[in-house]
Structure formats: C-alpha cells, structure tokens
C-alpha cells in the first residue's frame, strides 16, 4: 500500500528566503508525481506534474525534482512571498490503483 | 476554459439525511473522481467514473455511492449521514482514464457539515 509523507508539517520563513518542501514515497512504482496547492478552505491548484521518466519540472520560481529510486521528491520555492502561503501537497499516481494517493502536506506561512 | 465546477459549495445537514452532491469536469475531460478531505484522515479516495462506470473504488462504506452522466457529469450521494462524513468534498477530473500521466484538476469543493 502506498503512503507518503511531507516533512516538515508545518513551515515559517521571512520573505525572500528560499525553501524547500520533502515528499517521500513508499512504493517507487509511481506513474507520475503531482504537486498542489491549497488555500484555506479552498480546492487544489496543480503546481507541477513531474512524469516517472522525468528528473524535475519548472514553473516560474518553483522546481521539483523527483527520485524514483528513492521514493523521494522536493519542491524548491525561489524567492519566497507572502502571497505563497499555503498549504502544499504533494500526490503520486501509482502504477496499480488509478487514484492519486496524497501526502499529509506542509503548511507554509511566509510573512513580512 | 472553465475549470471544474462543483455544486453545492456548502451543505449543511443532520444524521441521518442523505445529500447528493455534484460536479462539472471541464469539458472534453472524461473521467471524473472524487476525494474526501478531513482534518484527520487528510485526503482521500473515493471513487473514480469514465464513461459512466465506475472504474476504481475507495476504502469507503456503501452509503457512499455515485454516478457519471453521458455528458461526463457526476453526482456523489451519501446516504444515512453521520457525524464522521463532515468534510471537504473535492472533484478532480482529467481528459481521459487509463493515462495516468494526465493532471488531475480539482474543482473548489463541497464543504459539508453534519449536525
């Protein structure tokens, strides 16, 4: 049974800094890896949708890098702003179950 | 494009009563899936449809149960609610099932609450 995990649960930083967000998978027989976002009370936002083929994605300040090998995946947030606060989750598709098996998530809060 | 589109945003109910929730996959998607969030369980599968079947079911008892129209809209229903069903209510949909290499789009969620 797959599970995933995201450390750390929760996360403070001052404006600017750089960060980085660890997701770990127990079954590396994933199809693909999906990193969201989630506003309070909000649905899901789909940041970057890393292929098992694929090392890591870009989009704008963010990039994840995936490891099959070693159930792992991290998303690097540039240059951070307090309008990234949120909550991120990360996803993965494993190969037996057409679901998406979801971490528990890290709570970011980027302040001033 | 309109994105996925889910309706009610908010519910509120008793034990025991049934709800019917519903969700609009964006158009030219296919498949449509549904997840439980909750404080404590974090999120969850529910099930997923294609083509008006259901393809993949969740860990969930049987008063969880749900449908897929010909113009890929779904219903969700939940019947003799309990205390336990309050929670976030997100429908995902994708263009097509068995590429599991797509992005799953979720809409904004049902948020239902149980009295």
């Known amino acids: 049974k797959q599970e995933v995990t995201q450390i750390p649960a929760a996360l403070s930083v001052p404006e600017g800094e750089n960060l980085v967000l660890n997701c770990s998978f127990t079954d590396s027989a994933i199809y693909n890896l999906q990193w969201f976002r989630q506003d309070p009370g909000k649905g899901l936002t789909s940041l970057l949708l890393i292929q098992s083929s694929q090392r890591e994605q870009t989009s704008g300040r963010l990039n994840a890098s995936l490891d099959k090998s070693s159930g792992r995946s991290t998303l690097y947030i540039a240059a951070s702003q307090p309008g990234d606060s949120a909550t991120y989750l990360c996803?993965?598709?494993?190969?037996?179950?057409?679901?998406?098996?979801f971490g528990t998530g890290t709570r970011l809060q980027v302040t001033l | 494009k309109a994105g996925v589109t889910q309706t009610p945003r908010y519910l509120i109910k008793t034990r025991g009563q049934q709800v019917t929730l519903s969700c609009s996959p964006i158009?030219?998607?296919?498949?449509v899936s549904w997840y439980q969030q909750t404080p404590g369980q974090g999120l969850q599968f529910l099930f997923e449809y294609f083509s008006e079947t259901q393809r993949n079911k969740g860990n969930f008892p049987g008063r969880f149960s749900g449908r897929q129209f010909s113009n890929s809209r779904s219903e969700m229903n939940v019947s003799t609610l309990e205390l336990g069903d309050s929670a976030l209510y997100l429908c995902?949909?994708?263009?097509?099932?068995?590429?599991?290499?797509?992005?799953?789009?979720f809409g904004p969620g049902t948020r239902l609450t149980v009295l």
């Open positions: 995902a949909s994708r263009r097509l099932a068995g590429g599991p290499t797509d992005t799953q789009y």
């Open positions: 996803a993965v598709w494993t190969g037996t179950a057409s679901k998406l098996t």
């Open positions: 158009s030219g998607h296919r498949s």
